[in-house]
């Protein structure tokens, strides 16, 4: 009651609206985890319930804008009263008199421009005053309210709007999204400036819906955002409950495009390595990361590898990510962090004014999945997306993201190989992000139209002949040949090792089929014969990556995507199907085989080398019939075999520079004319 009489109060002795004022309730209305709930409840009422100004007032607008002296030449109806008041307007239900099509139409509040001038007045003011007393204080206050202001001022521009919202209908089409979000469509011919009429969306609001869906519609709101941010350059700036609807059929449409945000391509890949590096909890990488996004100043670049800022913001961030928002971060305990490392280092951070709105929009997000989940995690939230970019995008922005997230802190040890538990979490969250799009995704819709089984496995072959078989290297492709080319040679090494066993051990304790291949022992130390530790190591992980990868099958339940349940004739038209595929891509397929033969050329020639600085390796005394004691009986031979080293090393290498050679004259005559086989 306290909550609700307050908001009461200030309508009154303000006489209402505050446009900026209410901008900032609507986006504390749902944060449960900062405010107490009768505060809560009280700011609910801004989502969409601000008071509206007199209807006979709004019709004259409309006269003026669509320049008729008679509403019911273009509308056939219109509600008595606004279904929706906010700050900077409100809406009418009504029926195009032309089509029958019923339409929602939004209407501008009068003098509003007078009263954000006024506001934003104050807050500057208030920026300059803060700015005054604090002057140690590195955020520039007075730059971000600037760039509240400007996004302020162009949401009053209607065209704009309807600009923002067909934008992200045309560009959402190109996602896996698509199907599952939209905005609604402008009705241009009756749209100005001041007046926006779009369809009439039917649905509930998100925060109040109790379908069973909601938590996936969550998941698609958070996928969706990230998306605008990360992908199209253009973020919705006010996803507060009131704007975003589930809509009969489950999917989510989102409202009012008055207020957005661009951002350029050299950021949006900063955000994506920064956000892969925060839902694999490389924490060692989050100040370089904060460096260059801004939050931290040049001038404080030699103290970000300090253990001490890594290890607060570990703090931070890793309570952040177990969930429950703002309430499950001891806030006592990160003010005295923060003002310890004030005292050593100064004042370390800053918040850039490009952030307000990034911030504004993603708090608001974090929000409505704390009402729906107290444990709601928003960095968590963000792994879906980011696995499905690091694995998807074919270009090299995220390629630098993905080695770390894969590799960690070993991406540049030559000798690296996947970290399973990683690779496992990048798996688990890109089926995460395909489970969320399919509802009413394409994977629906085929089944729904009755799509045989094969076209469907044809359709998921596609998909991963598009990922792993391309002509022009991606980064995955990339990491992709180089890990298969060490479980091949590991492979082979570890089964030419059993067969060597299997053959028998003579007296000299070498075994049988060592000796009739290897008569003088020139190879038996060589490093390309022995299996070492890291062979060990890439096989478990191999042999673990398979039982994944197949758990997923299984966990996903698709039974139509079962191998194993096909007809002989289901899998002969597979076959068939896939054999004109790879023939369809065979210079993608040649280039692929290119690039994998060089990747294994290339991890025999390092590893001779590496044998060759290391040496060969002394044996000391083993039992006679041993593998070991074959090993000791190489000591006579190890000098020959060393200076045999270097001639391997040379010839490998120059086998790998023709290799390469070759592909890029391959390349040169692809751009010039069609290649053959």
């Known amino acids: 009651q306290g909550g609700n009489c307050l908001i009461k109060k200030m309508s009154v002795r303000s006489n209402w609206p505050k446009p900026l004022f209410i901008k900032i309730g609507q986006s504390l209305s749902i944060r449960t985890d900062l405010l107490r709930p009768a505060y809560v409840r009280g700011l609910q009422s801004l989502q969409d319930q601000v008071p509206p100004f007199d209807t006979e007032y709004a019709k004259e607008i409309l006269k003026k804008e669509l320049k008729v002296s008679d509403l019911d030449?273009?509308?056939?109806?219109?509600?008595?009263?606004?279904?929706?008041?906010?700050?900077?307007?409100?809406?009418?239900?009504?029926?195009l008199k032309e089509s029958g099509k019923t339409v929602a139409i939004k209407v501008q509040r009068p003098n509003i421009m007078n009263l954000i001038a006024l506001d934003m007045y104050l807050i500057k003011e208030a920026a300059y005053f803060i700015k005054r007393i604090n002057r140690e204080l590195n955020s520039d206050l007075p730059g971000t309210v600037d760039a509240w202001g400007i996004g302020f001022v162009d949401e009053l521009n209607y065209v704009d709007e309807a600009l923002n919202a067909e934008q992200f209908t045309e560009s959402i089409q190109t996602t896996p999204l698509r199907n599952v979000v939209f905005a609604p469509p402008v009705i241009q011919e009756y749209s100005t400036d001041k007046v926006l009429v779009t369809e009439w969306v039917e649905g509930e609001r998100l925060d109040r819906s109790s379908q069973s869906d909601v938590t996936t519609l969550c998941s698609i709101a958070m996928n969706t955002y990230l998306t605008m941010m990360l992908e199209t350059g253009v973020l919705h700036c006010d996803p507060h409950p009131g704007n975003l609807l589930r809509t009969p059929d489950g999917k989510l449409c989102v409202l009012d495009w008055g207020m957005v945000t661009r951002l350029d391509s050299s950021l949006q890949v900063t955000l994506v390595e920064h956000m892969a590096h925060l839902t694999s909890a490389d924490y060692e990488e989050i100040p370089r990361d904060l460096l260059l996004l801004g939050f931290i100043p040049e001038s404080k670049a030699d103290l970000i590898e300090d253990s001490g800022v890594v290890e607060v913001l570990a703090d931070i961030y890793s309570a952040w990510t177990r969930g429950g928002g703002a309430a499950s971060v001891n806030v006592n305990q990160v003010i005295a962090q923060l003002q310890d490392l004030t005292a050593q280092k100064g004042n370390l951070?800053?918040?850039?004014?490009?952030?307000?709105?990034?911030?504004k929009s993603f708090s608001v997000l974090e929000g409505i999945g704390l009402m729906n989940s107290p444990s709601y995690s928003i960095i968590n939230e963000c792994l879906p997306y980011v696995s499905k970019r690091l694995l998807t995008d074919p270009t090299d922005k995220s390629s630098g993201a993905l080695s770390t997230f894969i590799f960690g802190p070993n991406k540049y040890d030559e000798n690296r190989f996947v970290d399973y538990d990683r690779v496992e979490q990048l798996v688990t969250g890109f089926s995460d992000y395909t489970t969320s799009t399919k509802a009413g995704g394409d994977a629906m819709l085929l089944a729904e139209q009755g799509v045989s089984r094969t076209k469907l496995l044809e359709d998921a072959a596609d998909q991963i002949l598009d990922i792993l078989i391309v002509e022009e290297e991606t980064p995955l492709q990339s990491i992709?040949?180089?890990?298969?080319?060490?479980?091949?040679?590991?492979?082979t090494r570890s089964a030419f090792e059993d067969v060597r066993k299997r053959t028998g051990i003579l007296d000299s304790g070498r075994t049988f089929l060592g000796s009739l291949l290897d008569p003088l022992g020139f190879f038996r130390t060589s490093p390309i014969?022995?299996?070492s530790k890291a062979d060990e190591g890439t096989l478990e992980t191999t042999r673990k990556l398979i039982e994944l990868f197949q758990s997923q099958i299984i966990a996903e339940g698709n039974e139509d995507l079962n191998l194993s349940t096909l007809s002989n004739a289901e899998l002969g038209e597979l076959a068939s199907v896939l054999v004109n595929n790879l023939w369809a891509r065979r210079v993608a397929l040649y280039n692929t085989n290119s690039r994998f033969l060089s990747k294994l050329l290339q991890i025999t020639a390092n590893r001779l080398e590496k044998g060759e600085r290391e040496g060969t390796p002394q044996y000391g005394s083993a039992p006679l019939g041993s593998e070991e004691g074959e090993q000791q009986q190489a000591t006579s031979s190890s000098s020959l075999e060393s200076s045999r080293s270097s001639a391997r090393v040379l010839r490998a290498k120059s086998l790998l520079a023709e290799i390469e050679k070759d592909d890029q004259t391959s390349k040169s005559s692809t751009n010039k004319k069609p290649h053959s086989l």
């Open 480 to 491: 992709v040949l180089e890990q298969l080319a060490k479980i091949v040679a590991a492979t």
């Open 529 to 531: 014969v022995q299996k």
């Open 349 to 359: 951070f800053q918040i850039p004014p490009y952030f307000a709105y990034i911030a």
């Open 73 to 95: 030449k273009v509308f056939s109806y219109i509600s008595e009263e606004p279904v929706a008041a906010a700050s900077l307007g409100q809406v009418y239900k009504a029926v």
